[in-house]
């Protein structure tokens, strides 16, 4: 089983659609946990941290579920500029202070006009 | 603040030779940076770990032979591909993390590599 895995998409929806992306991991020992957003051939960029108590930021919410082991993302009013991959990221520590980020392959979000 | 940069942005090689990827971090210095590749549609591997003054570590399947890290100073991480293959050719990332932060890690721009 992968280590973080994400449906790869692609997902196609119209401008102002609400779009959830999921992804679940398989090591227990994780720690924290991301969604970062991928333009094509640029480097991923932070789009949030994922608690488990849920946190909004704008139109976009993330959640956690360690039970399931399990992390959601959801893009509400979704617009043009949306459009990217978004990689799931969960980090664990491998040593006293020092942590690991294993990324998904990704999601991709199409936003059409 | 935390911005990563990394040279050359691009680079065209014929098999063969070697090509060096550096990696600096311009406001913070980086007690540890990671080495990523990334070829088409595919996720981001960690390569390597990389800390100051100390041997990188390889993950599972990297040649250390082949990818020379090195970490001489807290803002400069380099990478050399040697002896490079057209199935080299990929994207290469690096990021680096602050020492107060070790949970966190900022992103370079990456290193488009084409081998020839």
């Known amino acids: 089983r992968k280590e973080v895995e994400q449906d790869p998409g692609p997902f196609n929806v119209p401008e102002g659609a609400t779009v959830a992306f999921n992804c679940t991991y398989s090591?227990?020992?994780?720690?924290?946990f991301f969604w970062y957003r991928q333009d094509c051939r640029k480097e991923p960029k932070l789009l949030m941290s994922?608690?488990?108590s849920g946190n909004e930021d704008g139109r976009f919410t993330a959640q956690l579920n360690r039970a399931s082991q399990y992390i959601s993302l959801l893009i509400r009013d979704s617009k043009l500029s949306d459009s990217a991959t978004y990689l799931c990221?969960?980090?664990?520590?491998?040593?006293?202070?020092?942590?690991?980020?294993?990324f998904g392959k990704g999601t991709k979000l199409s936003v059409i006009p | 603040g935390a911005v990563v940069s990394q040279h050359p942005s691009w680079v065209i090689c014929k098999s063969g030779t070697s090509v060096k990827i550096e990696c600096r971090s311009l406001?913070?210095?980086?007690?540890?940076m990671f080495w990523y590749r990334q070829f088409p549609k595919q996720s981001l591997m960690l390569m390597a770990t990389?800390?100051?003054?100390?041997?990188?570590?390889?993950e599972q399947g990297v040649e250390k032979d082949k990818f020379l890290i090195n970490h001489a100073s807290l803002t400069l991480s380099t990478l050399t591909v040697t002896s490079a293959h057209p199935e080299d050719s990929s994207f290469y990332i690096c990021?680096?993390?602050?020492?107060?932060?070790?949970?966190?890690?900022?992103f370079g721009p990456g290193t488009r590599l084409t081998v020839t």
């Open positions: 990389s800390n100051e003054g100390s041997k990188a570590t390889y």
């Open positions: 994922v608690y488990s």
């Open positions: 406001d913070f210095q980086a007690t540890t």
């Open positions: 990021s680096a993390t602050p020492p107060d932060r070790g949970h966190e890690q900022y």
């Open positions: 090591n227990s020992a994780s720690q924290s």
């Open positions: 990221v969960v980090n664990k520590e491998y040593g006293a202070g020092s942590y690991q980020l294993t």
